[in-house]
């Protein structure tokens, strides 16, 4: 066990973040630090309600845990957040953090208040490897996955920055997840279902699978795992009604086109009437916005429980698109709310703060390499 502690909050390269482990996991790494195996589950629990239910950034507070145990917990390792490297509020509430992680590379993170809850919105990745033409974080290379850590520390800063700790058992102000930052999800699949099983767990954060939404371009092999191992709300970012154009607007439909994409959410483990599909479905001007578009995306989703989440356009500079008209957007609207979907324009939140939905960028950027074979290689997403 180690000896001496260092003064809380400094930051200190060596000591490991607890943040992040699944229980099996904490509790390992306990038994390494020197914990007998029959005690470290306990330990473990002990650990799991300071950090996920308390929001404990420190061992100090831990007051179920005797006084010597803290201070070498203390001394090995550390429950800090990413750095803060700038928050944005804006005029309508949303609020928006760029983090700063270990390696110095950087993701967004925004939290959108309403009425009587609110939603956070994760990010998966650093930059996106997606290139969807109308998406700002589509401009930025993918340049990493974030970890479990990285994800679930995205929760804890938003819940810092309002103290909603400990964990609420009744209404929230953080009510809810989407995750619809920057990256694909479903790319990076191995580490979004850690963070969000730990974020799901009841003795913690508690979040209910109900309440948080994966939204997908379209990863077909990986959707079916998702239903099955997490089982939360499934949104897909479908955008267009052809192959032609949905190849160009949404690229990884050349690779999973959209008759794949379509079956693929019918066999959706647990999509039902109580908890339809959203098909997620930016406005473009001219692009994809006539009543000959509306009729086709209500034949194609025919027989599927789902909602259609009309986006409005939101600018970014130099973008290649404008916002339909709202007219456009209300007959569109009308047409798929008469064929019976229910179909709500989502209201641009945090558009003076760049948070909005397709808005979010960081200045990072990949390591450059050397050999042009070792690009490509790391081009190539995990999960593809
Ligand atoms: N890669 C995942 C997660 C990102 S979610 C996915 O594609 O679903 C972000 C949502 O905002 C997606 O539906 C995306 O298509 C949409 N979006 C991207 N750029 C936008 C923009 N400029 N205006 C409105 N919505 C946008």
């Known amino acids: 066990m180690a000896l001496e502690r260092p003064p809380e909050n400094e930051a200190s390269p060596s000591r490991r973040s607890l943040i992040g482990l699944t229980r099996d996991e ?38 179920s845990i005797a006084r010597p145990m803290r201070d070498a917990l203390a001394a090995a390792y550390s429950l800090d957040r990413p750095v803060i490297a700038r928050e944005q509020r804006s005029i309508d509430g949303t609020r928006k953090w760029l983090l700063r992680f270990d390696d110095g590379q950087e993701a967004e993170t925004v939290y959108i208040p309403e009425e009587d809850r609110g939603a956070v919105c994760i990010s998966s990745q650093v930059g996106c490897a997606l290139t969807c033409k109308f998406c700002h974080t589509g401009t930025q290379r ?29 209404e929230r102000l953080l009510s809810n997840i989407v995750m619809m930052g920057m990256g694909e999800p479903l790319f990076n699949f191995d580490n979004v279902a850690k963070a969000l099983t730990i974020i799901m767990d009841s003795e913690g954060i508690s979040i209910s699978r109900r309440r ?20 939360v709300n499934l949104a897909v970012s479908l955008h267009a009604v052809t192959d032609e154009l949905r190849d160009e607007i949404v690229p990884i439909n050349r690779k999973y086109p959209i008759a794949q994409l379509i079956e693929a959410c019918r066999r959706y483990p647990g999509a039902s009437n109580a908890r339809r599909i959203t098909f997620e479905y930016v406005m473009l001007k001219g692009v994809n916005d006539s009543p000959a578009d509306a009729k086709a995306l209500v034949k194609l989703i025919a027989g599927i429980p789902a909602k259609i989440n009309l986006i409005p356009f939101n600018p970014w500079p130099g973008a290649p698109y404008e916002c339909s008209t709202d007219e456009a957007i209300a007959r569109f609207a009308g047409i798929v709310n008469r064929a019976g979907y229910s179909s ?22 990949r390591a450059p390499r050397r050999n042009s074979v070792g690009e490509r290689a790391a081009d190539a997403p995990a999960g593809t």
């Open 26 to 63: 904490l509790a390992a790494e306990l038994i390494g630090f020197g914990e007998r195996p029959q005690a470290a589950r306990m330990r473990a629990r002990q650990l799991w309600h300071w950090i996920y239910h308390h929001g404990a950034k420190t061992f100090e507070p831990m007051s």
């Open 142 to 170: 993918l340049v990493r996955n974030l970890g479990a850590r990285e994800i679930v520390s995205q929760f804890l800063v938003a819940r810092d920055s309002y103290g909603e700790w400990p964990s609420p058992s009744g």
């Open 212 to 231: 948080i939404t994966l939204s997908t371009a379209g990863v077909v092999p990986l959707m079916e795992r998702c239903g099955e191992e997490l089982n």
């Open 344 to 365: 709500p324009v989502r209201t641009p939140r945090g558009r003076d703060i760049l948070a909005a939905c397709g808005q979010l960028k960081s200045a990072s950027q």
